[in-house]
């Protein structure tokens, strides 16, 4: 079973523009993570938020995490064409529970 | 630095074969874990190794079966191929089961 979901299932945006994905989980986390994914190819790590911090920033990337509604953000800010690929969140389960698990993911496509 | 490493790229069986896909991990990582994303779906967690042991696996059937060397490199098995089988394999690698999970490039399983 898939314990992120991410909302919306597909973004289209022009260059410039800013994105924002959002996630939502059911169980406890230790931390969540983003990853991008092109074309069906390996998974680039992005950003990872424990649950303890409440936003992080990452150059054009800004994470917040709310435990109390079990949701994550991701905004890509003055998106580029480059920037067009599939989001997945990732959380962990808590505890000892080591494996990742990723929602469907979000496909932004940014239009030049 | 090199990051992780799988091979091979692309693998074309019939149902019934065996196969078996590699994984080396970033240097100076230990844990090895692998996925597998159907199309237009996100990673599902198979199994994660550490000190060469089977530490935590998801919801998998035995066809499914690993091995960990002692340099920290894996092997994913998988027995009795299945049409459903067919997927991109991913193997991450980390220092610190919390923390970030490193991607490779994937493998594309075809079973025909």
């Known amino acids: 079973s898939q314990q ?5 299932q597909a973004l ?3 260059e410039g523009e800013n994105a924002t994905m959002n996630c939502s989980y059911k169980t406890s986390i230790n931390n969540l993570q983003w990853y991008r994914q ?3 190819r390996g998974l680039v790590h992005l950003i990872l938020i424990r649950s303890n911090e409440r936003e992080k920033h990452s150059g054009r990337l ?6 109390s509604k079990k949701s994550s953000s991701l905004l890509i800010t003055a998106s580029r064409a480059a920037d067009t690929a599939s989001y997945f969140c990732a959380t962990d389960g808590g505890g000892s529970n080591y494996k990742l698990t990723f929602g469907k993911g979000t496909l932004l496509t940014v239009n030049p | 630095d090199a990051g992780v490493t799988q091979s091979p790229t692309h693998l074309i069986k019939t149902r019934g074969q ?5 994984c080396s991990p970033k240097s100076g990582h230990d844990t ?8 237009g779906q996100g990673p599902q967690f198979i199994f ?3 000190e060469e042991e089977e530490r935590q696996r998801g919801n998998f059937p035995d066809r499914f079966s690993g091995h960990q060397f002692p340099n920290y490199s894996s092997e994913l ?3 009795a191929l299945l049409l459903g089988d067919s997927a991109l394999y991913l193997c991450a690698s980390s220092s610190d089961t919390k923390e970030t999970q490193y991607f490779g490039p994937g493998t594309r399983l075809l079973v025909l």
Not at chain 1, 62 to 67: F, M, S
Not at chain 2, 32 to 39: C, D, E, G, R, T
């Open chain 1, 4 to 8: 992120g979901e991410e909302d919306p």
């Open chain 2, 18 to 22: 065996q196969v078996t896909l590699r």
């Open chain 2, 77 to 79: 098995n998988v027995n």
């Open chain 1, 38 to 40: 092109n074309s069906g």
């Open chain 1, 62 to 67: 800004r994470v917040t995490l709310d435990t």
């Open chain 2, 32 to 39: 090895v874990s692998w996925y597998q994303q159907a199309l």
């Open chain 2, 48 to 50: 994660q190794y550490y």
């Open chain 1, 12 to 14: 289209s945006i022009q």
